[in-house]
């Protein structure tokens, strides 16, 4: 464990959990798929939450009717979503979600580092975080970096390998049930924020509304066993215990 304690690293998802991409992914890949010539369906919508770009771009050629999709074509639908995301990006049409920049920094002047997970591919990632100062990330895994998806842990163990830590020791910050396996595969602490699709509670999970209600000293409180810290409370003083 770093020399802080625990959390040795936050692992951060970046699309629902850090900025405010969900909705926006959504309309693309809705506008994308009725160019194809497909239907847009609700169940589509969460099927495609937290997903790859490639997996994305297949499941869409799917529902318009390929169900075999070559490789070129699953090139061509991942290269438009991908250009169509990095302008808005560029225009500084997505926020970060509330709370984000607060805790990372608030993470950065502790000595605690944070690393980037996400599904997406690098060049969006790199584009988002630009705006934000040098090394407030420190350690960067992409959807297209080559290793298997979420809800696989393979993604967060490969972050804990570049930071040094243990997944153990970590708190993984999601918002899809997709993200939350691979934080929950990977053995480590997850934190789940609401977002599109709910998640549920569970052991070594803390569910919260919204980014805002965490704060470091409420990371260092989650327990190994027993009952998880709710946001805003703070456990008694010894010297207030009877």
């Known amino acids: ?11 951060w998802d970046f699309d629902g959990t850090l900025m405010d991409t969900e909705p926006l992914w959504l309309e693309l890949e809705r506008e994308e798929l009725e160019a194809l010539g497909g239907t847009w369906s609700p169940a589509l919508a969460d099927e495609l939450v937290g997903t790859t770009m490639a997996a994305t771009a297949g499941i869409l050629l799917r529902h318009a009717g390929r169900p075999d999709p070559t490789a070129e ?10 250009r169509a995301m990095h302008g808005h990006l560029g225009g500084g049409a997505v ?11 608030e993470l950065g002047s502790a000595g605690v580092p944070s690393a980037l997970v996400s599904s997406s591919p690098a060049s969006l990632l790199h584009a988002a975080v630009r705006a934000l100062p040098a090394g407030v990330f ?13 809800p696989h842990a393979a993604p967060y163990l490969a972050a804990c390998a570049q930071l040094g830590v243990a997944s153990a020791d970590c708190v993984v910050v999601e918002d899809s049930p997709t993200g939350v396996a691979a934080g929950t595969a990977a053995g480590a602490w997850v934190v789940a924020v609401r977002g599109v699709i709910p998640v549920e509670h569970a052991p070594r999970r803390l569910v919260v509304d919204s980014l805002e209600t965490i704060d470091l000293p409420l990371l260092r409180r989650l327990p190994r066993t027993g009952p ?3 946001p805003g409370h703070r456990p008694p003083r010894r010297s207030e215990q009877t």
């Open 228 to 230: 998880v810290p709710q």
């Open 73 to 82: 074509a699953v090139e061509e639908v991942a290269g438009r979503l991908e």
């Open 138 to 150: 420190s350690a960067v895994v992409a959807g297209d970096h080559g290793h298997r998806p979420k």
């Open 95 to 105: 926020r970060w979600q509330p709370g984000a920049e607060r805790l990372l920094e």
């Open 1 to 11: 464990m770093s020399a802080q304690g625990f959390p040795a690293a936050v692992l």
